[in-house]
Every structure is written in structure tokens, then in C-alpha cells.
């Protein structure tokens, strides 16, 4: 028997039972594929039941706000995507009549779908014969073939495509890309894979040579920007806090959070005030009492972000000029839920669900 029909035996009897895998439609596996490539699946799935029911089809979300949108996926990062995702689905709407292209040359032309989600819709929904490569495929094929040619670079994804290509099977595509998937998340593992259980163990260059340790081989990662973010908590007499949406072109893309004051490293007690007194447009000698949040880490795939937030309370609002140049709006506080209805970064929840405002 040869490699390609064990594997797909193999899936057979040992996939995991989820709700993408039970269906053809081209919307829902254009949706899982994109939530995915953010997340582990047991996370991910939250996410994917909750945006089907909500958004069920390409219509339902091209008809929603990129605000509702953004608060649906929420915490999964890399908000462009999801901006994408909305985008492509408008074009979708009106320009095709809400159905997705049904090839590969046609998907990858949308915002939003690169080489390994075209290749996932087409094979999936319309039994094409394009395989797809990602860190699970990458791996196995790699181990397996014993390359050493590092699998995050051009040629060495050329040569995993490749071989892909080659095994796929022409009559189910979408079977053999989803096996090949589920092996390498199951079994071929990153760490600790079970070699001595493998049904290719004999083929696999890697286990022979032991070197499974060693392969796949990358190229050495970039190092993390490391970022120290202070926030300014303003709350009125009127017990509403200040929110503005972010607009630069940087992380969190038009989700909500507070003024912000970006510094190179960290703030002594001592120099806040001053740093807080000329960001609002006050004078040195004019007091605030500023509660001082603890020490916030939140790690992202390219950066580490290290906060602070400081809780002021303001009386005399006419006194802080520069708050209307920060290009947002008071919200009322009194019931938390209200602010919970802005889709925010997970750092700007993790410290509301530790603190109370008032």
C-alpha cells in the first residue's frame, strides 16, 4: 500500500470529529481555515461556532459592521484578518452573489486568502488537486524526507509544495490534505512525537537517521520588539471613562482602548506625573490623584507588551485642553457591560476583569 493511501486509511479512523470536516460549504471552511491560522483547534472552535451562528453565511457577514466583526474575534489577534475576512465577504455579496469562487486561481485573487487558504477551500469544497503546506505538512514531509533545507524559507517551502504535489490524491484532494494536516498535528508532532508508533517509521529518514530532534529546520527567529505601553484611565464627574478607537496603522486596528502614552521603557513613580501632566496639557504644580495599576505582560508573535494603567480622576474637565485631540468619546460606566460591548484588545479585558473602575 502505498504512502498516500495509508495516510488517508490512517485519518479515517483517527480524525477528529469537528464541525468543518462535516461539510462542503466553502464559507464555513473558508472561515474555520482563517480562524486557524491563529489558534490551537480546542480554542479556535469557540470561536468558529460562535461566528457561524451569528454570521452563517457570506451575506449575514457582509451585512455586518466591521465592529461586530472585530468584537467576534476578539482575543484572537491580527485583526487585519478579520478586517479582511469582512472585506472579502462584501465583494463577495455584490460582486459574485455571495458565492465564493470554486478554483483556486480565482480564491487566491481575494483579500485575505493566500496560497494555503485557496489551496484548503479548493480541495475541501471543489476537489481540486492543490495540496496544502502548512506547520503540520511542513514538518511531517520534512522528517520524513529527512529535509534540511529550512522550511520557513522559499526554497524550502518550494520543496515541501513539491512533494505534496506529487502525492496528492487526484480523486479526493481535500481528504489527503486534511489527513496529511491531522498527522502531523496528532503525531508528528513538534515536540515528543510517538515515532516508535508511527505507521511510516520505516520510510522516515529523520526517525532512521535520529535526527527528528533537529528536523524540520528554521531559520532563526527574529527577536521580539519589546514595547512599554502606559494608559490613562480618565473618569469624569460624571462617572464615564474615556475610550478612544485606534486608527494608526499599527496592532488593534480600530478596536477601543484608552489614551495611551508609548515610552521606551518603563516610568518611575516619581516621573509619571509629570509625563501624565504635560500629555493632558496641565501644568506641573496642578495636582491629580493617579492610582497606579500593577504590571501588565502581554506576549504577541512579533512583540512583548509591557503596561501599565493609571487611574485618574478628573474634576474640571475644561482644565485638560489636549482631551479632545485624542479623537474619542465618554462612556458611561456605571454598568461595565457597557464598555464590554467594544470589541478591545485582550489586555485592555484582562485588566477590567481585575480592576473596577469606580
Known sequence: M?????????????????????????????LSEIILQQTRIDQGLDYYIKFITTLPDVHSLAKASEHEVLKLWQGLGYYSRARNLHQTAVSIASECKGKLPDNYNDLIKLKGIGEYTAAAIASIAFNEPRPVVDGN???????????????????????????????????????????????????????????????????CKAYRKNQVVIIPVKTQKPTLRKRYFHYLILINRNKSVYLRKRSERDIWRNLYDFPLLEKPGKISHKQIHSEISSFLGLKVEDKLKIIISEEYRHVLSH????????????????????????HGNWWDIVELTKIYEFPIPRLIEKFLNNNKLL
Open 303 to 326: 512583540q512583548v507588551i509591557t503596561a501599565r494603567f493609571y487611574t485618574i480622576h478628573l474634576n474640571e474637565l475644561k482644565k485638560f485642553k489636549k482631551i479632545n485631540a485624542l
Open 2 to 30: 502505498n504512502f498516500t493511501k495509508r495516510l488517508i486509511g490512517w485519518y479515517k479512523l483517527n480524525k477528529r470529529d469537528l464541525p468543518w470536516r462535516q461539510t462542503r460549504d466553502p464559507y464555513k471552511i473558508w
Open 137 to 203: 505538512v511542513l514538518r511531517f514531509l520534512a522528517r520524513i524526507n529527512g529535509i534540511k533545507t529550512p522550511v520557513d524559507s522559499i526554497s524550502g517551502k518550494k520543496i515541501i509544495t513539491n512533494i505534496a504535489t506529487k502525492l496528492i490524491d487526484p480523486k479526493q484532494p481535500g481528504e489527503f490534505n486534511q489527513a496529511l494536516m491531522e498527522f502531523g498535528a496528532l503525531h508528528c508532532k513538534p515536540r515528543n512525537p510517538d515515532c516508535p508508533e508511527c505507521i511510516f517509521k520505516k520510510e
